[in-house]
């Protein structure tokens, strides 16, 4: 049947799949039909409800002169809230974060300068599959098709140069520079983002957004979006070969990778794991995706750099089914993985390819791993040989009193925080690796940026994942040089009421980029970091900073963080010396460093 966009409770994504819909009888909005003189029946009325609809309560941007207009009837709709963000990058990453926790993000800002200064954001989210809604004010609906040149542009009379831009980074856009069609255009656009669960791109020209229009006049009919079916041959077949496949293998293990969020397969992909008794693993990517306090989960499949014993158990195994993975050069360790085509089956959302042998397109993925579900024999080996091979994790050397901090008695502490009621966010750097190896309780959220990796991406996410998911305390681990790119929206947090503790971790330069190829543009200016959030603070707001240079320090930093600041924001500097980094990073970047230094193929 299909699914109607219907009120945002029955919207909300169960379990954060992102772009969820509905899955119950579609929801009709049930509000008075606005009459077409009535100032509400407008184009910026019609977006605000469309967003609220969606499940979007807080959308996040940075005015300018073509669309204050709209904002004035963003800020008007009921239920939804402005976030206004210190520069339109920062806006875009907050959008990111907000999409990850509920499951579809929105941001506005103007035209040319606001979109082309967002664009790196919409890539990130594109690369992510996230659902994004970008609204940029665009130029007066007259100026279109004239020889005028407008502020805000190169200094061209053409005004397409934006569009282009967006058409490679967006599934979809919408350029509104009249009213007949702009119903359509902005519906269409909406849900094409959450059917494809990637970024759309509206613009709206800035005289429109507040012209009362007939096809405003009546509250709108809720649309439709067609779920996507399987084809039902294709599926019993994939399933019939895919379950002989696995069921004459010895010690077949299951792996899920980061494309389980677009295609809603995460309750699938457990209830196979349930079923099947194999020894569960995730990609790095898709950390948080499965529970880690499932009986058979093993840890994080990162080749050489895979969790302890994680590793030896995939590898060996004599069938492996990969849900949803991405092999790219960093989850592959520079290409380095010891995988056999012939023992995979690879699940893509829609596809399923197994081993050598035959491919099933319009197979679901969601539908497929349920289906398998019912017809693999319990077979428990992979795991039990875990079991026996399994070493428990050592604990790092203690340190003495007042010795320098490392890292690794940092994320010793850290393990200790987390519950069912934080979150993690990772930064592009050494934080993706410690974080790896945090093991998650119930509950407790986690989200990076690993197709991507745009460095500065996790200050403005955690702004949008806090304001998503204010339930949490989150947890954000970011490097100096990854905060020097994005600080500003610090204030940001502020504003909001945010209550996440930062663990700024001070080693004097891109640590990760040494670790790849070291030079001296790698050292950066050391800044008094708790100092610059005290300027930013300001005495407005609650904040509390502090830096830690010793173990002592830090637990004392911790026990006021999570206690007596409980309420704030708290912003802990980690200084540690420039060289104390995972082993998982040092063996990673050797590789990545061999990737990328291949010589040209001859010709």
């Known amino acids: 049947m299909d699914v109607k966009i219907g009120a945002i409770d029955t919207c909300k994504p169960p379990h954060n799949d992102v772009g969820c819909l509905p899955t119950t009888n579609a929801v009709t909005i049930h509000t008075p039909n606005v009459p077409f003189t009535s100032p509400e029946s407008t184009l910026g009325r019609h977006i605000a409800r469309r967003l609220v609809q969606v499940g979007v309560t807080d959308i996040f941007g940075v005015p300018g002169d073509f669309n204050l207009t709209l904002l004035d ?43 082309l200064s967002v664009l790196n954001a919409i890539a990130g989210a594109y690369s ?28 061209l009379p053409d005004f397409s140069q934006e569009l282009r831009c967006f058409q490679t980074i967006t599934c979809y856009q919408a350029v509104v520079n009249n009213l007949e069609d702009a119903h359509e255009m902005i519906d269409t656009a909406i849900s094409t983002s ?23 006049s009546r509250e709108p009919v809720p649309f439709c979006i067609s779920p996507r079916l399987s084809n039902q041959m294709g599926l019993e077949a994939a399933v019939e070969a895919a379950a002989e496949f696995l069921n004459k293998a010895v010690k077949p293990v299951i792996v899920g990778g980061p494309k389980m969020r677009v295609a809603k397969a995460r309750d699938a992909f457990v209830e196979l794991a349930n079923a099947s008794g194999y020894a569960v693993a995730v990609m790095p990517s898709a950390k948080g995706m499965v529970p880690e306090h499932h009986p058979h989960f093993i840890g994080t499949y990162w080749g050489a ?60 993925m969601k539908d497929f791993l349920v289906a398998l579900a019912k017809r693999l024999k319990h077979n428990p080996t992979a795991h039990e040989n875990y ?8 604990h790092p050397v203690k ?36 974080c790896q190896k945090l093991k998650l309780p119930k509950g407790c959220g986690y989200e990076f940026q690993m197709q991507y990796g745009s460095i500065g991406w996790s200050v403005g996410a955690t ?7 204010q339930e949490k305390r989150v947890l954000a681990f ?22 996440t503790i930062i663990f700024l971790i001070n080693n004097g330069g891109y640590t990760i980029e040494v670790e790849i190829h070291d030079g001296p543009y790698n050292v950066i200016k050391n800044w008094n970091y708790t100092g610059l959030v005290d300027a930013i603070h300001n005495g407005q707001g609650k904040c509390w900073t502090t830096k830690v240079r010793c173990e002592e320090e830090l637990v004392e930093a911790i026990e006021t963080a999570t206690e007596a600041k409980k309420d704030c924001l708290c912003f802990i500097e980690v200084i540690v010396h420039k060289d104390d980094t995972s082993k998982e990073l040092l063996e990673w970047g050797s590789r990545v460093s061999a990737a990328n230094s291949r010589p040209p193929n001859p010709q």
Not at 316 to 327: K, Q, R, V
Not at 483 to 498: K, N, P, R, W, Y
Request: glycine content about 10%; overall charge negative.
């Open 463 to 469: 702004v949008g994942y806090a304001q998503a998911a």
């Open 305 to 364: 750099v895979s969790t302890a014993f994680c590793a030896e158990i995939v590898e060996s195994a004599d069938a492996y089914l990969f849900a949803g993975p991405i092999f790219n050069d960093y989850s592959s360790v520079g290409y380095s993985l010891l995988l056999k085509k012939e023992k995979a089956i690879i699940v893509q959302p829609d596809r399923v390819t197994i081993a050598n042998g035959p491919a099933f397109g319009c197979v679901l």
């Open 399 to 434: 340190c003495e009193p007042k010795e320098a901090l490392r890292v690794n008695i940092l994320f010793e502490h850290i393990q200790r925080m987390l519950s069912g009621d934080t979150a993690v966010i990772a930064e592009t750097g050494d934080s993706w690796f410690n």
């Open 128 to 155: 992510e599959n996230l659902p994004l809604i970008c609204i940029v004010g665009g130029p007066n609906s007259n100026d279109y098709g004239t020889n005028r040149v407008l502020h805000h542009t190169i200094g």
């Open 387 to 394: 079991r026996r091979i399994y070493v428990p994790e050592g």
């Open 194 to 216: 959450l059917k494809e669960s990637k970024p759309v791109y509206i613009s709206i020209s800035c005289n429109l957004p507040g012209i009362p229009h007939p096809t405003f």
């Open 73 to 115: 009837h963003l800020i008007a709709e009921h239920g939804l809230n402005f976030v206004g963000c210190c520069n339109e990058l920062n806006a875009g990453y907050a959008a990111d974060g907000y999409a990850r926790a509920r499951g579809v993000g929105a941001c506005v800002v103007t035209f040319t300068v606001g979109g």
């Open 478 to 499: 970011i490097g100096d040089g990854s905060f020097q790119v994005t600080a500003q929206d610090i204030s940001t947090m502020l504003q909001c009421g945010q209550r």
